[in-house]
Structure formats: C-alpha cells, structure tokens
C-alpha cells in the first residue's frame, strides 16, 4: 500500500496499492477493444443506475474466464492492471503461441506455469473440476454450471472455501459467509483472487471519485417532499418515518431484494447479516 505525503488536503489520508510488481508494458494489441461509456443509461436513454457519468478513457481487457484449453500449459509472461476491475490479471502464452488474460491469483509471478485440467497440482492459477479439489482448498472464478465460464468469486482478495464433496454437488463456503452447493462437474480455480490490500484504499478526494465515473450522491433528508420521501422539514430534521424509502417509496436497508429465487434450493445456509 502506497501513502501519500499530506502536500494539499486531498493528499492527506490518500492511499492507493502498491503497483511496483506488475509489469511495466502496454496492454496486449489482440485483447482490447474499446469500452462505450452510457453514463448508466439503459438502450432507451433512460437513467437504470444513477449517479454516474464522466470518467476517464479506458480499455476494456478480455478476459478468458472460462480458459476452455484442457491440458494444455501456459507461461505466465505478465502481470497487468486492469482499470475495469479490483483485481490484477496476467497474461498467459500457451504452448501454440496463443496469448489470453486471466485473472491473476495471489502468490503467482511472472515465468510460473498454469494449466487447466481434470485434476492436477494444487498450484495458484490451476484449474480442475470441484470433484477432484480436495477439502480445505481455497478457489475463486468458480463456475455455478458446468462449462459455463466462472461468474463467482472474482473480487480482489476473495476466495471461497471447498467445505465436503456429497453427491453431485461440492460445498463452497462463499465470501459472503454464504454456503451453497455447487454442481461437481464446474471447473474452479486453485487460490485467492490479486489485490487483497484492495479495500484498504482510501479515496481522498471527490475528484478521485470523478475519474472513476462516480458522480454525487445527495442526501435524501436534504431533499424537497416532492423529490423525496425523506424529504422537506425546518433545519436537520429526521426522515420522519419509522423506516427508510427509496427515492420510489419502497422499503430500503434490511429488506431482501433477491429475485433469482431459481438457485434458492442450492443455499445450505445465507449469509451473516451485518452488525448495525
């Protein structure tokens, strides 16, 4: 982790992660395209996610989360940034000179070899199914169906744990505390996800906010009656009612918003609710 000097005070209190052991090239020519910014617009022009707009130009990366290459090893020759996401990512050349983005784990460096098979070593990078992960083991970029590419578990620093093997499904104790079965067949990743000082980084200033698309948020208490329900009253008086609203007037903060009920069945056990 890098802290800054207090020169100004937006210096004061910054930090950012320490990026001196990446490698120091430009991204690779075959695996970027160009990322259109719609300022949380849906294809109708329609505000579907608020307060952002703006931000600095970017690249998206390709990223190979389903890494299809059975039994075929790769060398690491980078490890990269990635501006569209918390974690690092490497880049991987195969054995018939072909060049794929992975999300890279911890511990990996440059010149390591990665392979993606049924079963192999327990090394960070490797990729087999669940069934053959013993218990204990720590994996990220999970699949949730087999074959599917991995969805699950790819934030900087995070890991799920294999906790037993019954029948079709493997048990996955998830970063959210959340324990699901997971069906046997998915392929995961051996480790923990880059980048775990990721959440200790302290922003600074708004600016900083700015360049990452981020706009400002008000508060609904600071608001007019009209534009919101936690609105209007003399001075800095409460929300006024016994519960918090969206903007929408529904129930906000404690009130189970999941939709996809399908997976349902496969939850073992939810997650640990937050300490108020």
């Known amino acids: 982790m890098k802290i800054y000097k207090p020169t100004t005070p937006g210096r004061r209190g910054m930090t950012r992660v ?4 990446l490698t120091k090239k430009k991204p690779e020519k075959g695996l970027i395209s160009t990322l259109k910014k719609r300022g949380g617009r849906n294809i109708q ?8 707009g703006g931000g600095v130009k970017k690249m998206y990366r390709h990223i190979d989360f389903k890494r299809e290459k059975i039994d075929v090893p790769a060398k690491v020759i980078a490890l990269e940034y990635d501006p569209n996401r918390s974690a ?4 991987l050349e195969y054995q018939d000179k072909e ?3 992975i999300l890279a784990p911890q511990k990996m460096k440059v010149d390591d070899e990665v392979i993606t098979s049924e ?9 087999m199914r ?3 992960i013993p218990i204990g083991t720590l994996v990220y ?11 699950a578990v790819r934030g900087a620093g995070v890991g799920a744990k294999v906790l037993a093997h019954e029948g079709k499904y493997t048990h996955l104790v998830m970063p959210s505390s959340e324990t699901r079965k997971v069906p046997q067949e998915c392929f995961a990743s051996v480790g923990l996800v880059s980048n775990p000082e990721h959440r200790y980084v302290r922003i600074g200033k708004a600016g900083r906010s700015r360049l990452k698309g981020k706009r400002p948020r008000v508060r609904g208490t600071a608001m007019n009656p009209v534009d919101h329900p936690h ?3 003399e001075g800095r008086t409460g929300i006024g009612m016994k519960h918090p609203k969206t903007p929408w007037g529904k129930p906000a903060l404690g009130v189970k918003t999941r939709k996809k009920r399908w997976t349902k069945k496969l939850i073992i056990k939810r997650r640990k609710k937050k300490n108020k």
């Open 18 to 21: 320490d990026t001196s052991e």
């Open 45 to 52: 022009g329609r505000i579907t996610s608020r307060h952002k």
């Open 88 to 91: 690092f990512i490497a880049l």
């Open 99 to 101: 060049k794929r983005y």
């Open 119 to 127: 079963k192999t070593e327990l090394k960070p990078g490797n990729r």
């Open 130 to 132: 669940l069934k053959n």
């Open 141 to 151: 970029n999970v699949e949730l169906e087999p074959n599917k590419g991995g969805i």
């Open 231 to 233: 609105g209007g009253g």
